[in-house]
């Protein structure tokens, strides 16, 4: 069976400051997916990010910055200089080998607010 | 990437009444499609995968006479809340799937009174 923790429920946050969102997962997929997303207040999902479980570098965009660790089965998110509209819940998830026409097994999320 | 659309965007019903919720996939013909629900401050669970000319899927715990599925079309599936009562109330959310990913509507919050 799949899990996904995401063991901080909420975070607040001063502007500009730097937050990193945990996850740790549970699969015994040898292949399997990983995601991030990002849901604002408007409830709709907006997809952040997709890594394989066979490709382990790290990833950037923007302020966005993700870090894969097999060994520890991990998927931590940093947001480096937060900024007020990076409020919202995140959700880290994870899907099997076809994770097109899989479902996805979500994390409870975390709450994440960026005081002005 | 793929189109998803819900409607209706809310809707408020009143308790014993049916709810009907249209998921459809604008670009993109889908033989898979995956409902969600998420209650007020909870995580995304999956009720259900519908399957285009089958009958749906449903997960553990989920009434399958309860939460009608029809996935009729390759661009449409429907989730009907059959005698919706206060505890139906959640977002519930459809995905399409492709080999790219899932897609996701942008939900339907239903209010049962």
């Known amino acids: 069976a799949q899990k996904v923790t995401q063991a901080q429920t909420e975070i607040s946050v001063v502007e500009k400051e730097d937050v990193t969102l945990d996850c740790v997962y549970e699969?015994?997929?040898?292949?399997?997916?990983l995601f991030w997303y990002k849901q604002p207040p408007s409830g709709e999902l907006v997809f952040l990010i997709r890594?394989?479980?066979?490709?382990?570098q790290n990833e950037i965009s923007g302020r966005y910055s993700w870090n894969f660790q097999k060994s520890t089965s991990s998927f931590n998110f940093t947001i480096t200089a937060s900024q007020v509209v990076d409020s919202a819940v995140y959700f880290c998830?994870?899907?099997?080998?076809?994770?097109?026409?899989?479902?996805?097994?979500f994390g409870t999320g975390t709450r994440l607010t960026i005081i002005p | 990437g793929a189109v998803v659309s819900q409607h209706p965007s809310w809707v408020i019903c009143k308790s014993g009444t049916s709810v009907k919720i249209e998921c459809r996939s604008l670009?993109?013909?889908?033989?898979?499609m995956f409902w969600y629900r998420q209650f007020p401050k909870q995580s995304l669970m999956l009720m259900a995968t519908?399957?285009?000319?089958?009958?749906?899927?449903?997960e553990q715990g989920v009434e399958k006479d309860k939460f009608l599925i029809n996935h009729a079309s390759l661009t449409l599936s429907t989730l009907t809340v059959t005698s919706a009562h206060p505890e139906d109330s959640s977002f519930y959310i459809c995905?399409?799937?492709?080999?790219?990913?899932?897609?996701f509507g942008p939900g339907t919050r239903l209010t049962v009174l």
């Open positions: 995905t399409v799937g492709r080999d790219r990913g899932q897609y």
């Open positions: 699969t015994r997929d040898t292949t399997y997916y």
């Open positions: 519908s399957n285009e000319g089958s009958k749906a899927t449903y």
């Open positions: 890594r394989n479980s066979f490709d382990e």
């Open positions: 998830a994870l899907s099997g080998s076809n994770f097109g026409n899989e479902k996805l097994t």
């Open positions: 670009d993109f013909q889908a033989t898979t």
